[in-house]
């Protein structure tokens, strides 16, 4: 699963795939949406690295990759695909963001399962039941621990 980020000296990305540039550009729009996927990082380095790994590891159409602008510092991918590739580049881009790892991909149903010390898998997926609620307008669940 999923391509290596290999940057140089000068953070330049080698070779970065032609969608990272049309979807900073707002200029991408896939044929369908199908599964969505929209992991959120807090530098454009991490985003633009994560997205070229993401359109490299799996089948997946890049949206758009918002830049911070207006979002407060924060920036965001959005990519479609079938529902194993979307969580095959998610699963991709989440070990490289965060300090979790990958401990299933259930690529048919779109589950996944990081693991971690408990701070960073709490603030994990509080962050994504944030974005289900703030972009997507789902009504996420509350987290408990028992």
Same mark, same amino acid.
């Given at each position: 699963?999923?391509?290596?980020? +290999?940057?140089?000296? $000068? *953070?330049?990305?080698?070779?970065? +795939? ?12 896939? $044929? ?26 799996? $089948?997946? /159409?890049?949206? $758009? ?21 979307? !969580? ?6 989440? !070990? ?9 991909? /259930? ?8 693991? *971690? /010390? ?18 997507? +307008? ?7 621990? !028992?």
């Amino acid at each position: 699963m999923g391509a290596l980020i +290999h940057a140089s000296m $000068d *953070g330049r990305v080698p070779r970065v +795939h032609p969608q990272i540039i049309r979807a900073i550009n707002m200029t991408s729009m896939p $044929d369908s949406m199908r599964a969505v996927g929209i992991p959120e990082f807090f530098s454009v380095t991490a985003s633009v690295y994560s997205a070229d790994a993401a359109v490299k590891a799996a $089948d997946v /159409d890049l949206v $758009d990759l918002r830049l911070g602008t207006g979002i407060g510092g924060k920036f965001f991918v959005i990519l479609t695909g079938e529902v194993a590739a979307v !969580t095959e580049a998610v699963a991709d881009v989440a !070990t490289k963001a965060a300090g979790v790892e990958i401990v299933f991909v /259930d690529r048919f149903n779109g589950s996944l399962v990081i693991g *971690g /010390d408990v701070a960073s898998v709490e603030a994990a997926v509080r962050e994504v039941l944030r974005v289900l609620e703030d972009l997507l +307008h789902f009504a996420p669940t509350e987290i408990t621990r !028992t």
